[in-house]
């Protein structure tokens, strides 16, 4: 089945402790993304990636990182987590192929840390 | 730089109606392509559609239908015969052809019963 997955889908944390959110796609896309969504600001883009070793930043990247060693992950890295990324996360990924760009989505990750 | 605003920030309706959720885009991009997603209350976010910039026919898919107008920058959801399963956040989405995507801020809808 192809799908994006992410893992945790929970995440209890504390201010200052580093973290990393996994993802993970079987479809060989070339394009994954991050995304973080807030109540009333829909869902912003951290950051993306158009194949492997090519990254950058989207509209939020401050506070975040991201690797893509290898086609298929796309991890996302919190090396300081504040409450203000408190959010609901997600990962995506696409073929960049124009006529069959579109997101499949992971199931999300909600992230609170206090 | 891409901009796509969904003004409704949320609809009630009695099942059965329907209803029209609007998108208005921005781009500066002459080829360009929308999307409209779904996220029930489950939290998963469900691809529905993808229009590219040359297409402005009409989709119609079962009870769902999309219209865009170039001419408007709208790319808008309609809902016939609305249901209680068609309860969920609508995001409506643009990609200009390179890197980013651009999503609305969401439309909530409520079918209530």
């Known amino acids: 089945e192809a799908q994006v997955t992410q893992n945790p889908r929970y995440l209890i944390t504390v201010t200052g402790k580093k973290l990393t959110v996994t993802c993970s796609q079987n479809?060989?896309?070339?394009?994954m993304s991050w995304y973080r969504q807030d109540p009333g600001l829909g869902l912003r883009q951290i950051y993306y990636?158009?194949?492997?070793?090519?990254?950058d930043k989207g509209d939020v990247p401050e506070g975040y990182k991201v690797s893509r060693k290898e086609k298929r992950n796309f991890p996302l890295i919190l090396e300081s987590p504040s409450p203000n990324q408190t959010s609901l996360y997600f990962c995506?990924?696409?073929?960049?192929?124009?006529?069959?760009?579109?997101?499949?989505f992971g199931s999300g990750t909600r992230l609170t840390v206090v | 730089a891409q901009k796509v605003t969904q003004a409704q920030t949320e609809i009630s309706v009695v099942e059965k109606e329907d209803v029209t959720l609007d998108c208005v885009y921005e781009?500066?991009?002459?080829?360009?392509?929308l999307f409209w997603y779904k996220q029930p209350p489950s939290g998963e976010l469900v691809f529905l559609i993808r229009?590219?910039?040359?297409?402005?026919q009409n989709e119609i898919s079962g009870r769902y239908s999309w219209n865009f107008q170039k001419s408007t920058s709208s790319f808008n959801f309609t809902i016939t015969a609305s249901q209680v399963v068609d309860s969920a956040v609508y995001f409506c989405a643009s990609w200009g052809g390179y890197q980013k995507v651009t999503f609305g801020t969401g439309t909530k809808l409520q079918v209530i019963p």
């Open positions: 990636s158009m194949n492997v070793e090519v990254t």
């Open positions: 995506a990924s696409s073929s960049t192929d124009r006529e069959d760009f579109g997101y499949t």
């Open positions: 781009t500066r991009d002459t080829t360009y392509y």
């Open positions: 479809m060989n896309h070339e394009y």
């Open positions: 229009r590219n910039s040359f297409d402005e």
